[in-house]
């Protein structure tokens, strides 16, 4: 098995660390702490969702409980009465018919009459039967009261439809020589204003969510574009055109986001300006102890103040490039794995042995010579305590993962953190021919964190020390 394919079955089966995010980080320490229960689960996570909740539940609340006294003290009590007048209707009806049932003149005069005054159609069929109808009315609220007031009005055999037309609705009572057929007009059962209401009440409720959602839109956005900003910035990207503008509260975080900006961009414009002039001014005396020891010939004891003179500039540009960080160079959008191939091959030049297994067109925004230099940290001290240096890249998710592995003793897991600090060194002796200034580690995740990322490390699939370098895309 080469050791690509080892490198992908490790990937495979190991579970790298995410990118450092700070706010991702407190978000889920936050989270852990509190553990929500199932009713905050349902809650919305955003601050929108959240507003528009608070605004739209009491009015919803209100039109609940404005529909269910409606229903409960309006409606019901009209259908109720209206439904007793019409069943007093049909009994005065009932007692009148029975006085001219034999006379089918008088019916017909009698039966023009309730259409006329009650507008009620009436009609009498000798000789039929009906079969009363167990019906339940549980929300029909129509159905029940006319119930009620038939029960209690005629005390005879009867069935009704409230459905029998859009208009109308049929009550037949058994009488003893036949049926009544009665046509009723259904605005006299119920009031139409509660259609009116129901209307109003959709309408008005759709009217307040519609200007509830566009008012919390523009309230959300200023704070959105907040976030972008400080988020851009944090990876150090540009923020352009950024503006306080949305609430009063709203503007001042912006403002002191700004001055906040301006502050840390002064301090490193000054720190570039001071570590220039220090740069030139260690590297002179430098360069004339050099030019003097040129001249001095070749023996032993100049050879030993060129190697002195030699590790002092290592040292001095090691320092340098830390204080320095990544000065004014401004985020570009960079081919990854072009960058990887140049690096990698300025190492095979320099006789290490590093594979390199990359997918092909990893761009992002990076600032090039600093993530150069980061990549370069990485492999160098792989190849420092490794014979072989195995470097992959892959996107995971909205991250690119760039994992450089070696072959060496490794480091044990409780000083994997420790090495990233400042002139730290495994080797307590600061012997340079075992180890650099303690400064390559410190100033990989240093970049990698400018850039919004990070580095971590890890137990490696060849037996030595995997670093991990996460960007966020």
Not at 269 to 284: I, K, N, P
Not at 289 to 314: F, H, N, S, W, Y
Request: hydrophobic share 45%.
């Amino acid at each position: 098995m080469t050791v690509v394919d080892r490198i992908a079955a490790g990937w495979r089966s190991r579970r790298h660390p995410p990118a450092f995010d700070p706010v991702a980080a407190a978000a889920g320490d936050d989270e852990r702490m509190t553990r929500p229960g199932p009713i905050k689960r349902l809650l919305p996570r955003t601050l929108f969702g959240r507003s528009l909740l608070i605004i739209i539940t009491p009015v919803l609340l209100m039109q609940a409980i404005a529909t269910f006294y409606f229903y409960d003290k309006h409606w019901d009590t009209v259908t109720e009465r209206l439904s007793k007048a019409v069943a007093g209707e049909i009994a005065m009806i009932i007692e009148d018919l029975s006085e001219v049932a034999e006379s089918p003149d008088a019916r017909a005069a009698l039966f023009a009459r309730a259409s006329r005054t009650m507008s009620l159609l009436a009609s009498y069929r000798p000789g039929d039967r009906i079969e009363p109808e167990q019906r339940s009315f549980v929300f029909q609220i129509l159905d029940r009261r006319l119930d009620e007031a038939l029960r209690l009005k005629i005390a005879r055999p009867y069935r009704f439809d409230t459905r029998v037309a859009d208009e109308w609705a049929k009550i037949e009572i058994q009488l003893a020589g036949g049926v009544l057929e009665v046509l009723v007009p259904k605005r006299r059962l119920f009031s139409s204003t509660s259609q009116v209401f129901l209307l109003w009440m959709v309408g008005s409720g759709g009217v307040l969510f519609a200007v509830a959602l566009l008012f919390m839109r523009n309230q959300i956005r200023p704070i959105r574009r907040l976030a972008a900003a400080a988020e851009r910035f944090g990876k150090g990207r540009d923020t352009p055109g950024f503006k306080p503008e949305g609430a009063l509260e709203v503007r001042q975080a912006a403002r002191a986001f700004l001055v906040m900006r301006e502050r840390i961009q002064r301090q490193i414009s000054q720190r570039t300006e001071m570590l220039a002039g220090v740069s030139h001014d260690l590297r002179t005396p430098l360069t004339r102890m050099k030019l003097q020891l040129a001249l001095l010939g070749d023996t032993p004891d100049i050879a030993e103040l060129r190697a002195d003179v030699a590790e002092m500039e290592r040292m001095i540009e090691g320092y340098l490039a830390f204080a320095r960080g990544e000065g004014s160079e401004a985020p570009v959008a960079t081919d990854l794995s072009g960058l990887l191939e140049d690096v990698s091959l300025a190492a095979r030049r320099e006789g290490a042995v590093v594979e390199l297994d990359a997918e092909p067109d990893l761009i992002l925004p990076l600032r090039p010579q600093a993530m150069r230099r980061c990549l370069v940290n990485l492999i160098s001290n792989a190849r420092r305590y490794g014979g072989q240096v195995a470097v992959a890249a892959r996107r995971r998710g909205r991250a690119i993962e760039v994992t450089i592995d070696d072959d060496g003793p490794g480091i044990p897991e409780e000083r994997m953190e420790d090495v990233f600090k400042p002139f730290y060194r495994l080797d307590a002796s600061r012997n340079q021919a075992t180890g650099g200034t303690g400064l390559g580690l410190t100033i990989a995740r240093d970049i990698a964190r400018h850039h919004g990322g990070d580095v971590t490390l890890s137990r490696s699939p060849l037996g030595g020390l995997r670093c991990a370098l996460r960007l966020p895309l």
